[in-house]
């Protein structure tokens, strides 16, 4: 709402402006700009790989923890009480250390959110600086992102979002990909596990 009331009155202020001079508006809509751009496809290619390669090494780490209960439950017959508790400490210790890789890894504000942002930065910055040059260039008093859902109706002759992506699309080639195997996305969403989306990295 705060949000809505900024823009109407960024508007409204713009509008008594066109009065003594020209206003030229237009809008962007950033969400379809990476959904259709060539890097993004890489970033989440490369995204992707960093959680396949995080939850194989929690995978095995799992494994341990369950080989060291299978060995404990064989052993412990003949163990006497003392060894049987330095064995516990030790797969309490092997489970705590799970507890802090995913923690480490999958955990708000973690490795995993790091990694993304890393690779999202140098894109967000490329995409802004392409709508900052278009609106210096062409004499544009604002541009807007549609994709954040306010803009009630704006005309279609004032959409700049295919100008933009063709400009950021220029100088590369869409990457080649596989299907991201089904263990790497959230079942109720399109994004990858733990991650938010490209559209919502480029708002941040």
């Known amino acids: 709402m705060k949000k809505i009331s900024l823009i109407l009155i960024i508007m409204l202020g713009l509008v008594s402006f066109g009065y003594a001079q020209a206003v030229k508006l237009g809008y962007v809509d950033t969400d379809r700009v990476l959904a259709q751009s060539n890097e993004a496809a890489e970033i989440?290619?490369?995204?992707?790989?960093?959680?396949?390669?995080?939850?194989?090494q929690l995978r095995q780490m799992d494994e341990e923890v369950r080989q060291m209960e299978r060995n404990f439950e064989i052993?412990?017959?003949?163990r006497n009480e003392a060894a049987k508790r330095e064995a516990q400490a030790r797969i309490d210790e092997k489970k705590a250390a799970v507890g802090r890789f995913i923690e480490e890894y999958f955990g708000e504000g973690g490795r995993q959110e790091q990694r993304y942002r890393e690779l999202l930065e140098p894109l967000t910055l490329k995409v802004q600086n392409i709508i900052n040059r278009i609106a210096q260039d062409e004499n544009y008093s604002m541009i807007f992102d549609t994709s954040y859902g306010?803009?009630?109706?704006?005309?279609?002759?004032?959409?700049?979002?295919?100008q933009v992506l063709l400009e950021l699309n220029r100088d590369t080639v869409a990457p080649v990909t596989d299907e991201i195997p089904a263990e790497t996305r959230d079942p109720n969403t399109s994004a990858?596990?733990?991650?938010a989306s490209?559209?919502?990295?480029?708002?941040?």
């Not at 490369?46 to 959680?51: A, G, S, V, Y």
């Open 150 to 162: 306010v803009i009630l109706y704006a005309m279609p002759s004032i959409d700049l979002t295919e």
């Open 75 to 78: 052993e412990s017959l003949t």
């Open 44 to 56: 989440s290619r490369l995204f992707n790989l960093d959680i396949q390669n995080w939850r194989t």
């Open 192 to 195: 990858p596990l733990g991650g």
């Open 198 to 204: 490209l559209e919502e990295g480029l708002k941040q």
